[in-house]
């Protein structure tokens, strides 16, 4: 009896271990394989130009002056679409090129071998996913940040031979404050995938991308009253208590000038998931505005906060993170308010509650809506057309730790407009 008890503990604990990995893959598997069903449709390029801080005329688009060229890093245009169009001509009787996920197929959510070139509709498809080194020899190996760090302190350099054609790949999407140290990782990688703007292979969290017609934002209507039956101003989901960027500071200050529904573990509501809640078919019905305050302010580091959250749920937006410029660069034109727009959390309280009284000037946050779309980052089929460029440059990342977290990538509790020269910083 006794036996028998203990073992279904073990299997009831067994159960429940499982359950938590599921949960957190659930949680960390990027949103941009949620929208792998949008089509790309817009592809000419276009940029926007800094848009008025507090000012309705918002974003002009401006045609590019530089050349976009798929391996070279491009200050306002993240080479996505070039990328995911790239169709080399490719002789099929040479072998697949053969790219090794150093974790295992499970939580990337993408099948192996070539069904995944397949699924994703790629130019190019004589590619294949392995999820087991099996001895065998591969012209990529993709690497998640966590992973990285077994190669620090020169162990990469040891794992001889490494074939100088082979391509490591540095995949990642948290910030560098919540990632490894990348310490003594000189001329490892070859490729970065990361959401930084100066990234290989630039890979957000979700892409938004205006169409050709595209004028400017003040030629748009907002497609319906974005205000109506909101009752409430605005919310902010935050289970992590801990930010370097003292974010839950900012929003109890913002709260004695304003109401915030503060939901989650380090808030006063809760707001379960499980017990058939839709919490963000909530807010979507009932707030008018979104925290979207990530929990370190770094270069380029948006996520689904900002993207699925918000965005995708009717709500506007209110972001502290990135650098404004950062998200001018990938949002939809006009449809954020960043707290650096106001010297402090009184006059943006201030003008939330102007925008909650003013319907007219609320649905100018929506007016983007009808200037472009979400698309597909196609990640799978940049990575196997690049792979087959025949003028594919030999290069690697000298200093790796720097590049990830150098000076000013993130400030800790600073603002952006405290950095000199933020601006400037960003290509590599
Ligand atoms: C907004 O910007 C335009 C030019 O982009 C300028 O003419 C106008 O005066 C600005 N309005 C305000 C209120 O600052
Ligand atoms: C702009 O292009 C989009 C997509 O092709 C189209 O749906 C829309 O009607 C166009 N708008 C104008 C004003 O031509
Ligand atoms: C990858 O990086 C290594 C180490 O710097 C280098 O020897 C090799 O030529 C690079 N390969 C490619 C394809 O970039
Ligand atoms: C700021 O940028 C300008 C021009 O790019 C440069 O001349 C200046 O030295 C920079 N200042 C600092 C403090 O980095």
């Not at 034109?333 to 000037?361: M, T, W, Y």
Request: charged share 25%; hydrophobic share 35%; proline share 4%.
């Amino acid at each position: 009896m006794a036996f028998r008890c203990s073992k279904l503990k073990r299997q009831f604990i067994l159960l429940i271990g499982l359950f938590l990995v599921l949960a957190l893959i659930l949680q960390t598997v990027p949103s941009y394989y949620e929208a792998q069903k949008n089509i790309l449709m817009a592809l000419k390029l276009s940029q926007f130009e800094s848009r008025l801080l507090n000012n309705k005329s918002f974003a002009v688009v401006k045609r590019l002056k530089d050349p976009v060229s798929l391996w070279k890093v491009h200050p306002s245009d993240d080479r996505i679409l070039l990328q995911a169009k790239f169709n080399p001509k490719i002789d099929l009787s040479l072998s697949p090129k053969r790219i090794l996920l150093e974790q295992g197929l499970a939580g990337w959510n993408v099948n192996g071998g070539k069904q995944a070139f397949v699924d994703h509709d790629c130019p190019v498809k004589h590619c294949e996913l392995h999820g087991h080194p099996n001895g065998e020899v591969f012209d990529a190996r993709l690497i998640k940040e966590i992973e990285l760090s077994r190669f620090s302190f020169g162990s990469a350099q040891a794992e001889v031979p490494r074939d100088s054609n082979q391509v490591w790949i540095m995949f990642a999407l948290e910030s560098p404050e919540a990632s490894p140290s990348y310490e003594g990782l000189n001329d490892v990688i070859n490729w970065t995938a990361t959401y930084r703007y100066d990234s290989t292979l630039m890979t957000p969290y979700d892409k938004f991308q205006v169409y050709d017609n595209f004028t400017q934002i003040s030629n748009y209507k907002p497609d319906k009253n974005y205000a109506e039956g909101k009752t409430k101003l605005a919310a902010i989901f935050v289970s992590n208590c801990y930010a370097s960027n003292a974010r839950l500071e900012y929003v109890k200050e913002l709260q004695q000038y304003m109401d915030v529904d503060f939901y989650g573990s380090c808030g006063n509501l809760r707001c379960d998931k499980g017990e058939g809640n839709n919490c963000f078919e909530n807010l979507q019905k009932e707030y008018k505005f979104y925290l979207s305050f990530e929990n370190a302010n770094c270069r380029d580091y948006i996520t689904e906060k900002f993207f699925l959250n918000a965005l995708r749920h009717d709500v506007v937006p209110v972001v502290m993170g990135a650098h404004p410029d950062d998200y001018r660069r990938v949002a939809p034109p006009g449809s954020f308010i960043h707290v650096e727009e106001f010297p402090h959390a009184r006059a943006l309280a201030g003008h939330l509650k102007r925008l909650n009284k003013q319907d007219d000037d609320y649905n100018d946050y929506f007016r983007w809506r009808s200037t472009g779309q979400f698309v597909d980052t196609k990640f799978w089929c940049r990575i196997c057309s690049l792979l087959w460029d025949t003028d594919l440059p030999h290069q690697s990342v000298h200093d790796l730790n720097k590049w990830w977290r150098g000076d000013n990538i993130c400030i800790g509790k600073r603002r952006w407009d405290e950095i000199s020269n933020s601006s400037q910083l960003h290509v590599r």
